[in-house]
């Protein structure tokens, strides 16, 4: 799937490259309608790409659950990982169906996955899974620990593409969340970090 990139998948309702990301919002309208959840272009929409296990991060993750749950975004999670994890997702979607859903672990499910999210929850250093290729191919933005492969986004030099965390603890972890979603709010800076995710090549 590595090889597929948003301007020639066609299992996604718009293709887009760095020069029209505006239908990448579209795609995320096109997901919300598909999971049954109101049409929001400018809510933002964040995703577990690997799925949950204990070695991609699962207890940090639980610890700051809470707190993502009081911030105003939605969540795509794929179903992929241990059934501890999947039994806590299942709860927590049926419980917040208007914004948490589970995807199958399926090609298409998931690059309709990518083509909508805005940003991509990662609790351990991604550098070796294929999901962070994925994402940055799809201009889904990381929020990270940290790590070589990233750099980080600074928002008075206009460069970077990941918001990341330098201690892998829930404060610094929901910190970065939030500098994400701040950011996200504003249209034009959000489109160049998506950019400089589509221009890296890992």
Request: hydrophobic residues 35%; neutral net charge; proline residues 7%.
């Amino acid at each position: 799937m590595t090889n597929i990139s948003p301007s020639t998948d066609r299992s996604i309702p718009y293709q887009y490259d760095v020069k029209n990301l505006e239908s990448k919002v579209k795609n995320k309208t096109e997901l919300q309608k598909k999971l049954g959840w109101p049409t929001e272009k400018k809510r933002a929409m964040f995703c577990l790409p690997a799925g949950m296990t204990d070695e991609l991060g699962g207890e940090l993750l639980m610890k700051i659950m809470e707190g993502i749950l009081s911030l105003p975004l939605e969540l795509v999670i794929v179903g992929r990982g241990t059934k501890e994890y999947g039994k806590e997702f299942t709860n927590l979607a049926s419980d917040k169906s208007h914004r948490i859903a589970i995807i199958p672990d399926k090609p298409e499910s998931i690059c309709e996955m990518y083509a909508a999210c805005d940003g991509a929850l990662f609790f351990k250093d991604p550098s070796g899974l294929r999901e962070l290729k994925e994402c940055l191919q799809y201009g889904v933005v990381p929020i990270s620990p940290e790590s070589k492969k990233l750099e980080p986004y600074d928002p008075i030099q206009e460069s970077g593409f990941a918001f990341t965390y330098d201690k892998p603890d829930s404060w610094h972890c929901f910190a970065a969340i939030v500098r994400a979603l701040e950011t996200q709010k504003f249209p034009f800076d959000w489109r160049t970090v998506q950019k400089h995710c589509m221009e890296t090549i890992l």
